[in-house]
């Protein structure tokens, strides 16, 4: 069917909302999880780290199932639609029981509570993810409207994302103020805080739902693991922009899954989370800035390659993750000061999560030329596969780092609701935290750049030419 009305602002607005709202609850899972079962329920750090890695494993490989599901899937409301509204709600019910696991199971129990929980939450978040990106054919016009829409929800995810990383702590002190000391605050403050975000999410998507229609029967491929492999085989551009996602992202998630016990446990204080959310809020405006106002400046004003705004971002977070670590290991007591690592570190990271799409999108031209073959839903399922990859290495890391410097709320005696947890902690687990979440990240950043300048070719003249062949290759002017 031929789309020739253009999309409403209510239609755009709706459909960013939607993004706001599943990465709120992406946020509040990949963020907080490890937190609330590890340190204030007391289940043991390798396991929540196993679990997490399994499921994330699991969640990548499960991506390709619902794909199909949502490929084959026929009602009046469309394809799309039913998935991604029926995902939302049971994604929802399991974010809230996730976060309202019962304190006083034992300890099996609560591991294995964490595991069908989180296992559960992961299906179900795919469940409404896939159908959430793959449906923007159905209702844009190709070219420019598509391109805008894409960009505008992936910064409004970004939006959410910052939302919950700026709030939580917070939010969760003020909700659970009812508890009877500074570990019930917490578990209860996550509780009702994981119910207020569940329910916005389900708002937002029942704004999406009413308010976004589907207007072409578009059909939806779908990507098995072997199909990705293969094309990584055969594309190595792809394959190149694949393996530096991986060590970047990696770099990234360790430092969001271990700063948290920083502030906590190292920065220290009775406020401590008072400094934690300070920093992350300066860190969220910096990356949403860097994507929304820095990239457009350094690209469209200083006309910069975006391979060298990609090798000036590395070299400037491995340089934030450079000073962080001077700096914890000085009598720092301002978090202000942080603000100056930080601020490399939240540009970067803003930038990398723009270029990195980029780049992989390009990967699907280079591709066509070399395979004849046009591998697009292929290498967008990829990016989703690998990101996911990450995060489950990231958070196996991280627990590594929770075990072996044994930093548990578990293992501290409070009686009070504010305690400063960093007076219980040994110099040597301080200083084993600070080199997990700033040496790790320094030497992944620093191997996805040398193994980028090494393979990576698809220059912005080389993009330009590849684009006139494939037009000429399809009869296009």
Known sequence: MEQTQKLSGKSKLSYALGAVGKDMVYML????????????????AIAMGTILLVARVFDAFNDPIMGVIVAKTRTRWGKFRPWLMIGTLTNAVVLFLMFAAPPKMDAAGLTAYAAVTYILWGVTYTMMDIPYWSMIPAFTQGGKERENLTTLARSCAGVGSAIVTIVTMIAVHALGSAGE???????????????????LFVGFTILTCVNVKERST?????????????????????????VAIVL???????????VLYFFKYDFGGTGWFNSYTLF??????????????????????????NIRIFYLCLIMAAAGYAVLL???????????????????IFAASGLLNILTTVFLANTVDYGELKNNRRDESVIFSMQTFVVKLASGLAAFIASLCLQFNKLSNAAV???DKLV???????AGAKAGLRMTMTVIPIIGLVAALFWFRKRFILTDEKVAEIAGKVKALHGQE
Request: overall charge neutral; hydrophobic content about 50%.
């Open 29 to 44: 899972s990949a963020s907080y999880v490890l937190y609330y079962f590890q340190d204030l329920l007391g289940v043991s």
């Open 181 to 199: 000391n500074a570990r019930m605050v917490e578990i209860l403050g996550f509780k009702w805080f994981s119910l207020i975000v569940a329910v």
């Open 218 to 242: 578009t059909e939806m491929q779908t990507v098995s693991v072997g199909q990705m492999f293969k094309a990584l085989v055969q594309n190595d551009q792809a394959m190149t922009v694949t």
């Open 248 to 258: 970047i992202n990696s770099a990234i998630y360790i430092t969001s899954n271990l």
């Open 280 to 305: 992350n809020t300066f860190g969220g405006g910096i990356q949403i800035l860097s994507m929304m106002a820095l990239y457009p400046l350094l690209r469209n004003v200083f006309k910069l390659p």
């Open 326 to 344: 001077i700096l914890a290991f000085t009598n720092m007591s301002n978090v202000l000061i942080l603000f100056i690592p930080g601020f490399f």
């Open 413 to 415: 005696s409070e009686a």
């Open 420 to 426: 400063d947890f960093s007076l219980s902690v040994s």
